[in-house]
């Protein structure tokens, strides 16, 4: 698996790519991390992974080359996470990741269940990993992230 933190983070929560990644080699899983090459991703540097976790806490993808070589590892069979609250869409609209994510980009805004929360503003929330007996929760289960 490799894990990679997309280049247009901006600094926001930047060390969230790097926090999931070693949950996971915590609970021994093959796990690279990578920073995004200035120009994107490369399938060539994708070929080796049966899985890539492309993560930016608070930004959509900026680089087209990344969703090419994405959607190409998931034709040929490989898992694709995409995890961030802006990866529906990409930056400026420039180019579609629907195909990789099944969802119609919106503006999701900063508010949770009608409070805000968005950029260090307002209440907290928090996301905690359950049991669901799938094998990729094997070893975080009960994992809890709260954000301010």
Request: with cysteine; hydrophobic share 35%.
């Amino acid at each position: 698996m490799l894990f990679d933190r997309d280049d247009c983070h901006h600094g926001e929560y930047d060390s969230d790519t790097a926090g999931s990644h070693q949950h996971l080699v915590d609970a021994v899983y093959a796990a690279d991390f990578l920073d995004e090459p200035a120009d994107g991703l490369k399938y060539a540097a994708l070929i080796d992974y049966d899985v890539v976790w492309f993560l930016n806490p608070g930004y959509p993808i900026d680089d087209e080359a990344t969703v090419v070589a994405l959607r190409h590892l998931s034709a040929d069979g490989g898992g694709v996470v995409l995890q961030g609250d802006d990866m529906s869409w990409c930056y400026g609209s420039a180019f579609s990741v629907s195909d990789l994510t099944r969802l119609a980009p919106i503006d999701n805004g900063v508010t949770y269940c009608g409070k805000a929360i968005g950029n260090g503003r307002g209440d907290r929330y928090r996301v905690t990993l359950e049991t669901l007996a799938q094998p990729i929760l094997r070893g975080i289960e009960g994992a809890t992230c709260t954000s301010t």
